[in-house]
């Protein structure tokens, strides 16, 4: 499992570094990682399906209780199914709907190789930590291949808005996972599970982690940036918002919600929460004109469906779950390549442009009408039989106010059979109006088989399944047992006899034609759905705020005076040890001096070019001076046996002199002119107290040691262990490395910045100059 | 002497340059043996990167930043980048072999010439250190190195097309 993640990882950044020379071929080349988690996981079938588990383990940082561990169970394997199965025909699909000319297609694929990765990770993550990694690796991935097209205000605003809601959604997340682990002492999630931990904090941390999974899974009142993230290129929607990312929300909760469902307010929350956003997206689906955006509200719906299933948390409920998680992976990810073909040929994808479709086109009208009925629920279709298990669940489930439930399931199914009308409707045999737009083709012609392909492929199961769903008995079972061990193993029916769930489904059915067919007289009614709150005032208001806010801070705080923060800084240094040395430090009495001539001479020299470098005025000779101290104490450092350190010192006066030369060139060769006493004293004052709190702090520190001093065992064990006989690079590069990556990390930062700065005000010739901006909030307010 | 590709007049010791020429390299050899002799004797890649450092600003005195240009087809921050790369693949190598992240190994190999030559994973580690150092100065030639327009004996509108 951790070589797939692996081959992910590597099949992805190639693509990035080198796509551009590939062209489309590196479509093809990222669908080789989902191909063989493929092929992999049909090796594992056998143990899954008898309810085995595959598990891997790696500890990386022991101390810390950090490891990969990786869990690969029946439900896991159905996510991955779908991970790896739509990720491959998505793949191939680009091919065809990527023109040469698409801006940075090889990236793109790369991305979308990379997201396939870190889904999988989702799926397959055991620790907390490296589930809330993958989790935060498939927004960032989301995020960049939404704002691919970054010359698009517009892709970027929602870009930027689908990241901040499931970013900081999967933050408080971080902080339940936390507190989970912290109640349990594990991270390890079936751990957790298994100790089923309860009480006010346990309470407090699944409301963290519902934050994540709700906004993740689109759910009200964050389902606004799944919209928006329909800037992205349709293969995108198709693969991450509809069949894969959006799930790793609904996947969680499908995790914790047999043993959590017992918690007092998990029911009520999730079923409001999940009927809310199934009436809610649907309504808003019914009254869409752009294909795309029609599918996804349609997603919302759907998830909040699954939201439904897998809050009530019984073992039927989240068995139906299972079965509707796959159902509609497949149904949407068809019809999201269906307008995708539609926008690719026509040059629209809205409902009052599309041209008449000619007889070339009527196997794409089959694939599109097939899952569109399987969406609405239509018999013999696989979207059928995962409604009526969920029809069934909410039922048996034996809760109160189940007949309200029920009653607004059947709207919402109702709503989604008639949106799926519509969309078939809308697509093939709308209202044809003669489109103005130049873009939009009058005869298009039919999509090539390559294209219509990878659609068809994944509208076929849709079929099959729908006929013949026995053949899913075993994995559906195994799926449901390996959420909660109670679960009854399943056979799934295309005829159940006539039952209280078949009424329901016919009369959905019924009712949702009957709304297709009286739209209009019921529009008014309908846009209810537009006036709900839909959460995007609340993201620009807090924006907004947030802007307010950090201007604010920044004028207060950066207030753009040298001698100011150098005052703050040097303060602060000097007053804060203040509290340790006035606490429990007595005066350990005056060091033994030093008295050797040399040790004089050179503190001699560090202190009077100490002072000559205060009192001069011009800045040339101040630095130099400077410099002087610091090779002064260097040479301190080579006398006293640290010849290491010398040397580095000198290293480092050497380059700094040469530095602060650079940069002098750009400052009038002198300092200011004496400055009254008003403005002198503090100066005087503040660097007394430095340097005074300083030297009595490194004399009482060295005379109170209560530790034993580490020293002794690092140069032990510096040989031995470390193979190196000099004991600071020993320490540098192996000992304390990880401080080490950090500092370098540190340099490379501020030389990056360094060089911005100083760029800032140029631009190369031909271009305005501009103050530079990463992100002007012009662009972040936008509507998506 | 050469023509200077220098886009404005500059004045060039000839002391100054033709010492910086005799120096560079051998400057560059003696950051090399800090960087390879760190591990047992007084030096590092830390050390190592900035007595390279010292000698690209040799070049920069000479020369000035065209000089320090000429001397590397990559730009600095690749340099910078690819020390940064070095040392964190280095740091999480380990984990590929079910070690703990930073775990150093020792190599011990017999070389040619050299003899016993053992080595540590942590080199590796130092090289990046050196390589993210020299990329550091570069990139502060880069930022500050350039003629600032007020010395400029061209007007301050050409200055800006550098």
Known sequence: MRALLVLHLVVGLGIVAFGTRLGRRALLLGAVPSAVTIGWLATQLGTLLDGGVITESLTWVPALGLSIDLRLDAFAALMVVLIAGIGLAVFVYGRSYFSVTTAAVGRLAGLLTLFAGSMLGVALADHLIVLYTCWELTSITSYLVIGNDHTSAKARAAALHALLITGGGGLAMLGGFMVLAQETGTYRLSEILAAAPSGRAVGIALVLVLLGVLTKSAQYPFHGWLAGAMAAPTPVSAYLHSATMVKAGVYLL??????????????????????????????????????????????VSQLGLMTLLFGLGTPDAVTAGCVLLLAHGLFKAALFMVVGILDHQTGTRDI???????????????????????????????????????????????????????????????????????????????????????????????????????????????????????????????????????????????????????????????????????????????????????????????????????DRITGLVQNGSLPIYTGVILLTAAFLPLAALLTDSPWPGWPEPAVDPANLLIAGVIIGSALAAAVIRRRLSAVIFLGVTGYGMSALFGIRGAPDLALTQVAIETLSTVMFVLVLRRLPDRFERR?????????????????????????????????EPVADEIVARAYPEGHGRNIVNVILVDFRALDTAGEITVLAAAAIGAVALARAGRRPPGQPSRPPTTTNLSDIEERP | MTAIPTQRPMTRLVILDRSVRVLFHPILMVSLYLLFAGHNQPGGGFVGGLVAGAALAMQFVAGGIDEVRRLSRFRPWTILGTGLLVSFLTASAPLFFGDAILTTTLFIREVPILGTVKTTSALLFDLGVYFLVVGLVLMIFEAFGDEPASHSPHPPSHEARR
Request: proline letters at 6%.
């Open chain 1, 352 to 550: 009052r442009e599309l041209p008449a479709l000619d007889r070339g086109w009527r196997p794409v009208i089959a694939v599109a009408v097939l899952s569109a009925a399987s969406m609405a629920g239509l018999p013999a279709l696989f979207g059928f039989i995962a409604k009526e298990a969920a029809y069934g669940a909410v039922i048996d489930a034996g809760l109160g106010g189940t007949w309200f439930v029920v009653g607004c399931l059947v709207a919402a199914s109702a709503i989604t059979t008639a949106y799926s009308i519509r969309f078939v409707w809308g697509a093939f045999y709308g209202p044809r109006l003669d489109s103005q737009r130049v873009s939009v083709s009058p005869h298009p012609r039919p999509p090539s088989l390559a294209f219509l392909g990878p659609a068809l492929a994944v509208a076929v199961p849709t079929a099959l399944l729908g006929l013949v769903p026995g053949v899913l008995d075993q994995t559906v079972t195994a799926a449901g047992r390996s959420l909660d061990s109670a679960a009854a193993s399943v056979h799934l029916l295309v005829w159940h006899g006539i039952n209280a769930a078949l009424v329901l489904s016919a009369s959905a059915i019924l009712a949702g034609v009957a709304l297709f067919v009286l739209r209009k007289p019921v529009d008014r009614l309908l846009r209810i759905g537009d006036r709900l709150p839909d959460g995007g005032d609340a993201y620009l208001g807090g924006l907004r705020l947030l802007n307010a806010t950090a």
């Open chain 1, 254 to 299: 499908a995790r914790l919600a047999p043993v959590f469902a017992v918690v007092g307010f998990w029911r009520p929350a999730l079923v409001t929460i999940g009927l809310g956003t199934m009436l809610g997206g649907g309504l808003r689906a019914l009254r869409q004109t752009d294909l795309k955006l029609l599918l996804a509200f349609g997603t």
């Open chain 1, 675 to 707: 400055s009254a006493v008003s403005l002198r004293a503090p100066r005087v004052i503040i660097a007394t107290a430095v340097a005074s709190v300083v030297f009595v702090f490194a004399v009482v520190a060295a005379g109170n040691r209560v530790a």
